[in-house]
């Protein structure tokens, strides 16, 4: 009987070592990207924590299944996934981004009348984090959660403007590009220009790509790395967005800066080009 049980003590031990381990892993990979919000290769992942690569592309790709991970095919970057964010609140960074963003929302929708949104990066999209809406009876309304593709959107092209031509044409060739208006631009070469003039001047417009008589303009949010973390943006009725189009940008790109000097930014004049 004793021998019996040495045996069955012995032969379950190294199970849940196993187990144990391969848990501490799992763990330690979340820690990995919990701890600054970076992303990382699965190359990054193998060399930082020192275990095989077959090892971390079962966990990454396992965390990515799961919602905790978001994959960008562009760079082949993994970080946390803004689903995870919102379950769990566990990255002090968004958090932080977003409870500081709330007052610079609040004065540029009070002082121009529009709606202003936080939009930050998932994958392919951009998302709605947070918004204040405008003072008009007419207002461009938005939803926590709302997704766009980065080609019909200023935020999104804030996004393209971190690459090279020959990135995006290879981001874009693979997304293709959905005419959602008559006003979205489809022809990659005009798309590339106007990213062009996106890295030029460190800001972005959109005019009724995304919807209908709505039009507006973003802003670059630097994360404390120098990298595009998010955006403001301020949208509304193309007349009236025309109308005071020079006060919007000097206003929305001062509010950016100022936001990401808050989060930590080593230079919050940096443009998305700068930063890539």
């Known amino acids: 009987m004793a021998t019996r049980n040495s045996s069955s003590d012995s032969a379950s031990r190294p199970r849940r070592d196993s187990e144990n ?32 690569k077959s090892t971390a592309h079962g966990i990454l790709h396992a965390m990515s299944r799961h919602g905790y991970l978001t994959l960008d095919r562009a760079t082949n970057r993994f970080t946390i996934s803004l689903g995870f964010v919102g379950r769990t609140r566990a990255t002090p960074a968004v958090e932080l981004l977003r409870q500081r963003a709330r007052r610079h929302l609040t004065r540029l929708s009070s002082t121009l009348g529009e709606t202003s949104k936080l939009i930050a990066y998932e994958g392919t999209n951009s998302v709605a984090i947070d918004f204040v809406d405008g003072g008009g ?34 981001m874009l060739a693979e997304l293709g590009l959905e005419q959602i208006t008559n006003e979205t631009i489809v022809d990659l070469d005009p798309l590339l220009a106007e990213v062009a003039e996106v890295r030029r001047k460190g800001w972005a417009r959109q005019r009724e790509e995304i919807h209908e008589g709505i039009s507006g303009f973003a802003a670059p949010v630097l994360d404390p790395a120098g990298r595009l973390l998010a955006a403001l943006v301020v949208m509304g009725p193309t007349a009236r967005i025309d109308e005071q189009a020079e006060s919007i940008v000097e206003m929305l790109v001062a509010e950016a800066q100022a936001l990401s000097a808050e989060v930590g930014a080593l230079d919050s004049h940096r443009t998305p080009v700068d930063a890539a």
């Open 137 to 170: 009876p007419l207002k461009y309304a938005v939803r926590l959660g709302q997704r766009w593709p980065l080609h019909a959107t200023g935020g999104g092209k804030l996004y393209l403007a971190q690459y090279d031509d020959e990135t995006v044409r290879e």
């Open 21 to 52: 381990r391969s848990a501490s892993r799992v763990l330690d990979v979340l820690d990995l990207f919990l701890e600054d919000g970076s992303g990382y290769t699965l190359t990054d992942v193998s060399e930082r924590l020192r275990i095989p």
